[in-house]
């Protein structure tokens, strides 16, 4: 144990802290006053400090912590919070390159009152930092160093599968972000029989476009922004960011919206700077080629900006998600109803991004038709949004148990 | 357009076509490869569909389309029915990568030979030479397995009237051997042939190490295989060249550029230090955004054509490599074509987002 102890860095919390949280500590309530307030003050501070400018991510966390969501949330699950208590000590495996994603699977399980081992990204993200930092600010006040400071275990440890089994071993839930391959590495580490895991696998997301309100649209501008928010934010290799576009109306609408939808796009890149690496370049062309060969009736759209590329298909196909390479590589698909994408949807699709469509609609046509996937509906601009329900998982049960009266 | 024979390719004086002439000649032949690949390769045919390719509308050598190399290495690329397939040869790939397959028939394994061996002899002389290869035997033992550093071995090895391995089993400088090669072939030219990271690492650095002096100066080395693992010694083609002659003479040293996709078309260096194209082979380079053509002078990724692959679609590939052509018809060394550099492969790319960086690092 000491020995995979003195592999670990650790950056929040110190190797005596965590032997005796190990030993003593029991779960807090569900979304207990200590836990929000602490959250809050989280919060408070990441607005206070001067880098947060330079980075939207953090905001978006520091807004998402704010004492008002915090309250609604907890409204939201008020019949859980009787009813659960947390499972105890969750494993968190963060991925490599969302810089801040560990902070929302950290949030999930401080809510749900337990006991948290982050495994950190590597890589020294800015992001990264500043929360940590926040968060060690905070911690520092005595009323929180008290209940947290044996609670919260932020860390990291070169690749060694060895540390893995250690906190493998020891949690009563393994979450692991950052795809299949880190997944399958991940589960040679066993966990307690009784154990239960949460993994974030390799997803696939669509767009779904209504030509003719897109034409409609007043402020294409705004609604250029959320699309490029959606992918180019993160080079479009975010689970959630769509990779194919599904355009719904007339051959007239689509083409006409087509047309606007990519010159704004452009303009949109032009003005961000955006840029992609030659090496990328290669790779778009190794995977259009690749999708070429194996689905054959696939013809690349030209585009007069480079850093997009435009497959237009003539026919649909189950394994498109095996052709995604990111940094603009889109496939477009025209239909005129929506049951012409359920026999593309496989169990990889995760998020549905729409525009110019009822929520209520897309969620009943789902509900009814019951394709394999996508676990998320919501608007174009707002796929990267954190929640507690998440690839399908409500994470406040899952990180809980319910005891039976 | 008129059927001809591919297999039949003339014998043009190497380094002799002028600009005009070499155009006319490679772009007829070209195109013709096109037209033989999208016919005889279902996956070609796709690829050519998808990019709405069409012979017609290509007037200039620049205006041809490119397959990534990559693409070797994911998909199984032939031309030819696989009871034609006389040889596949490999990508030296590390344990674990994935490595390219190259599928030979009879008619382009003897292309490949036989233009390998007028590009060599252009350089070295129409006679064979007594060769001393800077590898070890068993490098070429394994006859089911035909490695690029085994398939360039065997290759060069045909102007070799006799052979000596310079290394043992172990990678250590065959001492003995080479004592006895030298004394044997005294006052003859001889015929060095290695890959530029084993010349350096097991024949260079052991020289250095040796109590013996070994007299090379009437010797000519050819090398091939990249610069990238010399890196980290920061050995660059001038160093390398100017080591070698301090501690064993050797002054003509020509390395050359050519990868297994293109087996036979190898470019090689001229006295100048620059490579060259031969009438068999065509360099494009392409900027790295867009894919247009670059002018001469100006960096970018290298596009390689050849007129050699028949039996695999293998005529017109996109490197990951970064290169620069310095002119055409121009050079000082005389010879005719394009004259290029060599400036290092394109890096990869740290992504954003939630991919499997973190699975990567367990491979």
């Known amino acids: 144990m000491e020995k995979n102890l003195d592999k670990v860095e650790f950056l929040i919390g110190d190797k005596l802290e965590f032997n005796q949280g190990l030993l003593i500590e029991q779960s807090l309530d569900l979304f207990s006053v200590e836990t929000l307030d602490f959250l809050s003050d989280i919060s408070e501070v990441l607005f206070k400090s001067p880098q947060i400018r330079n980075f939207p991510d953090v905001a978006t966390f520091a807004f998402y912590c704010r004492r008002s969501n915090l309250n609604l949330l907890k409204r939201n699950y008020i019949n859980n919070i009787n009813s659960r208590i947390g499972k105890g000590i969750l494993f968190h495996i963060a991925p490599g390159n969302v810089p801040v994603n560990f902070a929302y699977s950290l949030f999930a399980g401080l809510v749900t009152g337990n006991i948290n081992i982050v495994k950190l990204p590597s890589k020294g993200f800015e992001q990264v930092h500043i929360i940590l930092n926040a968060i060690k600010i905070v911690l520092s006040k005595e009323k929180f160093n008290l209940i947290f400071s044996k609670r919260l275990f932020l860390l990291k440890y070169d690749r060694d599968t060895e540390v893995t089994s250690f906190f493998s071993k020891i949690c009563d839930v393994r979450i692991i972000w950052g795809g299949d391959q880190t997944i399958n590495e991940i589960r040679k580490s066993q966990i307690p029989p009784k154990s239960t895991e949460i993994t974030f696998s390799d997803r696939y997301s669509i767009a779904l476009i209504n030509a003719k309100n897109y034409i409609d649209l007043y402020d294409k501008f705004k609604f250029t922004t959320d699309f490029y928010n959606d992918t180019f934010l993160f080079d479009q290799n975010a689970c959630t960011a769509p990779q194919t576009i599904f355009w719904l109306g007339s051959n007239e609408e689509i083409d006409t919206a087509k047309l606007l939808f990519w010159k704004f796009l452009k303009q949109k890149l032009i003005k961000m700077q955006y840029e992609v690496l030659p090496i990328v370049s290669v790779d778009k062309l190794v995977t259009f080629y690749s999708q070429a060969i194996n689905q054959g009736d696939i013809k690349l759209e030209s585009s007069d900006a480079s850093e997009i590329w435009r497959v237009d298909n003539y026919s649909i196909h189950n394994d498109m998600n095996l052709f995604k390479c990111g940094s603009g590589y889109f496939n477009e698909y025209s239909i005129s109803k929506l049951d012409e994408i359920l026999p593309a949807i496989n169990r990889k699709f995760q998020t549905l991004s729409y525009f110019g469509f009822q929520k209520e609609h897309l969620f009943d046509w789902i509900k009814s038709s019951k394709p394999l996937g996508i676990d998320r509906i919501v608007p174009v601009g707002k796929t990267m949004d954190f929640s507690l329900t998440w690839d399908g998982y409500d994470l406040v049960n899952s990180l809980s148990r319910i005891i039976y009266i | ?363």
Request: net charge positive; aromatic share 10%.
């Open chain 2, 1 to 363: 357009m008129k059927k001809t024979d591919l297999s039949n390719l003339p014998d043009i004086p190497l380094y002799t076509y002028t600009k005009d002439e070499k155009n006319k000649f490679f772009l007829d032949r070209i195109l013709h490869l096109f037209n033989h690949h999208i016919n005889e390769s279902k996956e070609f045919k796709r690829m050519m569909t998808s990019i709405d390719f069409d012979i017609k509308n290509i007037l200039n050598i620049k205006d041809l389309p490119f397959i990534p190399v990559r693409l070797f290495k994911m998909f199984e690329l032939a031309s030819i029915p696989i009871e034609s397939i006389v040889k596949t040869m490999t990508s030296s790939g590390t344990t674990g990568q994935a490595v390219s397959k190259i599928f030979l028939d009879r008619n382009t394994a003897s292309l490949q030979t036989r233009v390998l061996s007028r590009i060599i002899s252009s350089f070295l002389g129409s006679s064979r030479l007594p060769m001393i290869i800077i590898d070890c035997e068993s490098t070429v033992k394994n006859r089911n397995h035909f490695s690029a550093r085994s398939a360039g071995i065997t290759g060069f090895s045909l102007f070799a009237t006799k052979k000596l391995f310079a290394l043992n089993e172990d990678m250590s400088l065959n001492e003995e051997g080479l004592k006895t090669f030298l004394q044997e072939n005294k006052d003859k030219k001889i015929f060095l042939f290695g890959f530029t990271f084993i010349v350096y690492q097991h024949f260079y650095k052991e020289l250095l190490k040796s109590n013996t002096k070994f007299d090379l100066s009437n010797s000519v080395l050819i090398h091939g295989g990249g610069w990238k693992k010399l890196i980290t010694d920061s050995v660059d083609n001038k160093t390398f060249k100017l080591q070698l002659n301090t501690i064993c003479g050797i002054s003509r040293i020509h390395d050359y550029y050519g990868m297994v996709e293109q087996t036979g078309t190898i470019h090689m260096e001229c006295e100048e230090g620059y490579l060259h194209t031969s009438e068999y082979s065509d360099i494009i380079i392409r900027n790295s955004k867009d894919f247009t053509v670059c002018d001469f002078g100006e960096k970018g990724i290298i596009q390689l054509l050849s007129l050699l692959p028949l039996s695999y679609p293998g005529h017109s590939i996109l490197t990951e490599d970064i290169g620069e052509i310095l002119g055409e018809d121009e050079c000082k060394c005389g010879r005719k074509g394009k004259y290029f550099k060599i400036h290092g492969r394109l890096k990869n790319a740290e992504v954003r987002g939630c991919s499997d960086t973190y699975g990567e690092k367990f491979r």
